[in-house]
């Protein structure tokens, strides 16, 4: 490299450019002020060298300040401290001439390079451009570009095509809340942005190009998690006509092994990946996202109970979790358990007991065990001297979720996660349909899926019988993919719709395109959707989505170094026709 500010780059000098002339550019990361001497530590993307400086060397050594940009001269030279925790650390840099580029005015708002676990979120957000310059967040940025390369290279291997669909469409009922946009030249009418682009990627199909992929901008609003970005997220968009369930999974069979492989010195799962129904995760695992680096399983145990008089378990959905090598532990962990699971899992309790060396019941709950029970417990679940058992007893679909929660604590607090490894799974036949809060019928996962055993099954069964072609990928407890076989018959969509209560109008009226679409022979096609911002999360090894993102809102949604979102001019509401309801806008 040779131009007016580089000949070099900071991280890339070795003791063969010793007696070198050199010219360096960067951040001033620290400054180590010796009297005579004065010691830079010059940052770039590249990584970090040292420069050192006399007091006299030009006018302006007064404007260096840690943050400021440079440009800097000077001979390469070996160092006489070396340091060994940097690449750079045989040599330095002696300079002949040194000019400010960009002055760093104002003290910091917070150290850059350092661990940021002790720097108030908000602040960090609020001066993005700062953070971004941290070490390890700037190297997440670059590990996402570098994951976007990869999906891109091996989506062109396997014959895809890349296609943009557009940001400004109509409103879809995909599981979450539309962002509307208002239209100007269209009073009263409104666009949504897209919370994927379904209806488009299917009408790709029906327009004949067989094999499409795109990295796709979704907009949902949903409230934030850590593992999930507020309003916007990305996700690998591909779909495939003429094809299975089967030949979708053998394409992420191929994407997820080599991106993941491309990015990580971890052990990574290989295809075929293990394939568990949902009905048969949320018994074993308590989550249809289950982390199978955890050894622990869920044991149903309601059966044995039935008939109990205690009270806790009595006409109870009861779940079990068994742990080994537990006769160490003291009566505190048990309790912290309990305390966990009422406070962030809202379990009533957390019942337990102990096996001692004898194979007796001990502690906890023990007391209301009969030696009938026991026998049929220990039978169940293969129970040996030194475990223990933890129960949940609830209504169902709280037991489940309570034991799920428990299930992940225990793996944690007992370190029996496998390390170092990344291991998939798809979570296959998710019901077709749910019951809503309100006691409707309501769509469990995409509503464009096509239901297993057709329309004859929509005719016949009861709706929440009914599977779904529909399939998800987890890997280490997050769910990284969803994906679906597509309905692509005209009388099929209109009966599962009709089950969720749409008419035929409303389906005209929302999805007028892909309904027209169907009356014109369209291909049998299916696809899925793999989350950049989640699978870049696991490649970082980090446990929050906002450490991968450049510019990401806050838990509150706002991005507070743009001040979005904001109000606006009245002018700007008149244009597109909208009044705000002042005097209740915060009811």
Known sequence: MNNKYRTHNCGELRVTDINKEVRLAGFVQTIRNLGKMIFIDLRDENGITQIVLSEDINSNIKDITKECTVTVTGEVVERSSKNSKIP??????????????????????????????????????????????????????????????????????????????????????????????????????????????????????????????????????????????????????????????????????????????????????????????????????????????????????????????????????????????????????????????????????????????????????????????????????????????????????????????????????LDLLEKDVYKFCFIVDFPMYELSDEGTIDFNHNPFSMPQGGLEALENKNPLDIYAYQYDAVCNGYEILSGAVRNHDQDIMLKAFEIAGYTEEDIKGKFGALYNAFSYGTPPHAGAAPGVDRIVMLLAKEDNIREVIAFPKNKKARDLLMNAPSKVFDKQLEEVHIKIDIENIDK
């Open 88 to 413: 750079t650390g045989d040599i330095e840099v002696v300079a002949s001439e040194i000019t400010v580029l960009g002055k760093c005015r104002n003290s910091l708002p917070f150290e850059i390079n350092v661990e940021n676990q002790n720097v108030r979120e908000d602040l960090r957000l609020e001066y993005r451009f700062l953070d971004l310059r941290n070490e390890n967040i700037h190297k997440n940025i670059v590990l996402r570009s570098k994951v976007l390369k990869d999906f891109r290279n091996v989506m062109d291997e396997l014959g895809f095509i890349e296609i943009q669909t557009p940001i400004l469409a109509n409103s879809s009922p995909e599981g979450a809340r539309d962002f509307l946009v208002p239209s100007r030249l269209h009073p009263g009418e409104f666009y949504a942005l897209p919370q994927a682009p379904q209806q488009f990627k299917q009408l790709l199909m029906v327009s004949g190009f067989e094999k499409y992929y795109q990295i796709a901008p979704c907009f949902r609003d949903e409230d934030p998690r850590a593992d999930r970005s507020p309003g916007e997220f990305y996700q690998l968009d591909f779909e495939m006509s003429f094809a299975t369930q089967e030949d979708v999974f053998e394409v992420i069979e191929t994407i997820l092994p080599k991106v993941f492989k491309s990015n990580t010195d971890w052990k990574v799962d290989e295809g075929p990946f293990i394939r568990i129904p949902f009905k048969e995760a949320m018994e074993k695992y308590g989550s249809d996202k289950p982390d199978l680096r955890n050894p622990l399983i869920i044991t149903d145990l309601t059966d044995i109970f039935e008939g109990t008089e205690f009270n806790a378990f009595k006409n109870k959905t009861v779940k079990a979790i068994y742990t080994e090598n537990m006769e160490d532990k003291p009566r505190k962990f048990f309790d912290k358990m309990s305390e966990y699971s009422v406070q962030e899992l809202e379990a009533k309790g957390l019942a337990w007991v102990k096996v001692d060396s004898d194979g007796n019941l001990n502690g906890g709950i023990s007391k209301f065990i009969n030696d009938e029970r026991k026998a049929k417990i220990f039978d169940r679940m293969n129970a040996k001297p030194g475990s223990a058992i933890f129960f949940i007893a609830d209504e169902y679909n709280k037991a489940v979720k309570i034991a799920g929660g428990v299930r992940i604590k225990l793996g944690t607090e």
